[in-house]
């Protein structure tokens, strides 16, 4: 299965998200979001990713952009991560394949030993359920602003 690319029709999910209950993409539909895929909850990168999304919730709200972000650790993790960090948006478990989907569970290598992983990954989906704009690779400092300038263009108001 190939990643999907810009312009391409986002897979569809429905995951089981932090506090309990589930969001999908289905559920989204008609507005505008943002699903960020990163590697584990609680580390350095993920959390500054995570904070700086909760510093600019606000300003993709007002544009009617929800932030949803992702990762394989479990809801339990998740609601920890959330409640230590005052994080404001969910946060949806994949055990079902979803990173996959996206093209984002890929091979990396640390220290000599290889793995499979979560490559940090940034989608801004439309309301019809395209992929407006992608990142993959992501580098965590400037990232978050940028997906909202690309947010702003999205819906009008840049």
């Known amino acids: 299965m190939s990643a999907p690319k810009d312009g391409d029709m986002a897979p569809a999910w429905q995951l089981p998200v932090d506090g309990g209950g589930e969001l999908g993409s289905a559920s989204l539909k008609g507005r505008p979001y943002v699903l960020y895929l990163y590697p584990r909850d609680d580390t350095p990168g993920c959390t500054v990713e995570a904070q700086t999304f909760t510093q600019l919730y606000s300003e993709f709200a007002a544009l009617g952009v929800e932030i949803v972000g992702l990762s394989k650790d479990t809801v339990t993790s998740h609601d920890k991560f959330k409640k230590k960090h005052g994080l404001c948006f969910p946060l949806a478990s994949d055990g079902t394949g979803v990173v996959e ?5 890929v091979e990396k290598s640390n220290y000599g ?30 990232h978050v602003e940028e997906v909202l300038d690309a947010a702003r263009a999205l819906v009008g108001k840049a």
């Open 101 to 105: 989907a996206f093209g984002s569970w």
């Open 113 to 142: 030993k290889t793995y499979m992983g979560i490559d940090r990954s940034t989608f801004l989906v439309d309301g019809a359920g395209r992929i407006a704009r992608s990142w993959r690779g992501v580098k965590v400092p400037g």
